[in-house]
């Protein structure tokens, strides 16, 4: 059972998997950081400095007024719609940018392969060719070693 295991293991589409779970990780936490640190502010400065995160709707009497939405979540219950707002704005910008990066790549691969690609004449079969010089001939009328054999056309 070992050995079946370390066979699955070792198998190559697990290792691309993981290296493509790790590297999609790696790329989220960078284009996380791109919409938070980056974009976010500039908007928020845009706004005029508008955060939803501290949004709420307090379900508990303890709750008290103007509290940030940290500190109401541990007084009592509360609805956090800001802070659901920030975060489908967060992947809203977040799927915005792999867009535009997704979309870079395939055209950069697109142009790639438009140079390594050379469209090649299709092999005509040798049948095909034969045929195709049998109607020639006959067309110019050069059947039967020039004989001026020609072709029979309808009555």
Known sequence: MLEEFKKFALRGNVVDLAVGVIIGVAFGAIVTSLVEDIIMPIIGAATGGLDFSNYY???????????????????????????????????????????????????????????????????????????????????????????GIKPVRGP
């Open 57 to 147: 709707l307090p379900l508990s009497s303890a709750v008290q007024d103007g509290a940030s939405y940290a500190d109401a979540k541990k007084q009592g219950a509360v609805v956090g719609y800001g802070q659901f707002i920030t975060v489908a704005l967060n992947f809203l910008l977040v799927a915005w940018v792999l867009f535009f990066v997704i979309r870079g790549m395939n055209k950069l691969k697109r142009q790639e392969d438009a140079k390594t690609d050379v469209p090649q004449a299709p092999e005509i079969p040798a049948d095909v060719k034969l045929l195709s010089e049998i109607r020639d001939l006959l067309a110019t009328g050069q059947a039967a070693g020039g004989a």
